[in-house]
């Protein structure tokens, strides 16, 4: 038996097909099926252009698409011998901006996308994670507004800030916004502790071993209960190996596929297309279902974000559970609220370090529009994953921008070889609702997955 099913409330839509055989998923194949195009209207642009277009990739992960991108083209100043000098106040508001995004993103996500899909396999009522009226849903919505105000305070805006430029950032934050920044945070931490944890963020940054489970309460506590009454400890479970691509004051970066290994190798990142539609439609066969490219290294699929970053950045408590649970959806799901709670505490910490005496920027000595032919790559950790922006200019303009985002990593389709990351991951589920809690534990992006 096969079915096709809509799966919205991820960023976009996609289109899972499942192939089913004694009740459960045989197969699976995930279809993106929304043309989008950035790649192709960058071409021909000027360099300084990407500072637009590519944060308006994605309506979540914009200040990581910015960040990217920004270091993209500072890589093409190093690439020629004219490394810019950037401020230690300027890497500064460009790491916290991207740490509030992700903390905002891991906020709606928990509770707008994947919690109450878990709810609705024991009740059909939410109650107070109803949707629009609940209480905790609207508590959940007011403390992701908040927290995502003080990326306001340095960004100007959000979702789409173009602050970050070539040589630094243009924002000047005085004292008082930086305590504005802090408080807004504030607003997070404390809905964390109260609602989310049921323990204080100190206390809760303690925990080392799969045991402190029971000393959650909350949602958490919930959403634990819950997942082990229907088993999400034991599904969506894929090939066990992890890669996280960039490197800040919190991650490191490495893979894990027997063993863990810190240096990366980007020559073997490699994109296939054998499954993806062509904007050239004489290309199109029976076999390309789905706008989304693969991505693999060495010749391995691995999957990228929060559980990825923890177990190799050795955070003591998702390593203990995944010892226990391996990738299972639970440790999955759980891995992106546990990053949350060092995030919101790492960012506080940032904030007291800027000087807000030192420089924003420092203009570069050479444009841009002025290099005839030079390359440049650099990668972020975004909310869902590891994000790497490859960009080639030619006459001082562009002539290819690459992008592989998170997504592709996971929701990429399957090569020659081996099955997609969350592909396999769905394959066992026991129903189509199981199933669909499986996908969206990889928290999924449409409009990414297809920029």
């Known amino acids: 038996m096969k079915t096709i099913d809509l799966v919205e409330r991820i960023e976009g839509e996609a289109k899972l097909h499942c192939t089913w055989e004694n009740e459960k998923v045989k197969d699976a194949r995930i279809d993106f099926l929304n043309f989008r ?33 920004v270091e993209a083209l500072e890589n093409i100043y190093e690439n020629i011998n004219e ?157 066990d190996r992890f890669i996280t691509l960039a490197e800040s004051t919190l991650f490191k970066s490495g893979k894990i596929k027997q063993r863990l290994v810190h240096k990366l190798d980007f020559s073997k990142i490699v994109e296939d297309n054998s499954s993806t539609f062509s904007i050239n439609k004489e290309e199109n066969n029976t076999k390309k279902h789905t706008w989304s490219k693969s991505v693999s290294y060495d010749e391995h699929f691995f999957e990228t974000g929060p ?26 799901i759980l891995s992106r609220i546990d990053e949350m709670a060092h995030l919101l505490f790492e960012t506080n910490n940032l904030i007291s370090q800027i000087d807000i005496l030192e420089l924003s920027y420092i203009k570069p000595k050479i444009s841009l529009k002025d290099i005839v032919d030079a390359k440049g790559m650099s990668v972020v950790e975004a909310c869902r994953g590891s994000l790497l922006h490859n960009i080639t200019i030619e006459k001082g303009l562009i002539k290819s921008y690459d992008v592989i985002t998170p997504t592709v990593w996971n929701l990429g389709p399957q090569n020659k070889t081996q099955k997609g990351i969350a592909q396999k991951a769905i394959i066992g589920s026991p129903n189509i609702e199981i199933a669909k809690i499986v996908l969206r534990s990889f928290d999924v992006c449409s409009v990414c997955t297809t920029h």
């Open 307 to 332: 559980l990825a970053r923890a177990i190799i950045s050795n955070r003591k408590f998702i390593k203990d559970i995944h010892k226990s649970f391996e990738d299972s959806s639970f440790t999955r």
């Open 83 to 239: 490394k810019l000098q950037i401020t230690q106040k300027a890497k500064l508001l460009r790491e916290i901006g991207l740490n509030i995004e992700i903390i905002d993103s891991h906020i709606k996500w928990f509770y707008m996308f994947i919690l109450p899909d878990i709810i609705k396999l024991n009740s059909n009522d939410l109650g107070i994670y109803t949707p629009l009226k609940g209480t905790r849903w609207m508590e959940a919505q007011k403390s992701a507004s908040e927290t995502i105000k003080a990326l306001a305070v340095i960004g100007g805006q959000w979702p789409h800030t173009s602050y970050m430029i070539p040589g630094g950032v243009m924002s000047d934050p005085t004292k008082l916004d930086l305590i504005m920044m802090q408080n807004y945070l504030q607003t997070a931490i404390s809905f964390f502790e109260n609602s989310i944890s049921g323990v204080s963020l100190e206390n809760y940054l303690a925990f080392d071993s799969v045991d402190n489970l029971e000393n959650l309460n909350g949602d958490l506590r919930y959403f634990k209960d819950l997942s082990f009454k229907y088993s999400l400890e034991k599904y969506g479970k894929s090939y």
């Open 37 to 69: 195009g950035f790649e192709y209207i960058l071409e021909g642009k000027s360099p300084l252009d990407a500072l637009v277009y590519t944060p308006r990739i994605c309506g979540i992960c914009g200040q990581a698409h910015l960040k990217a991108c």
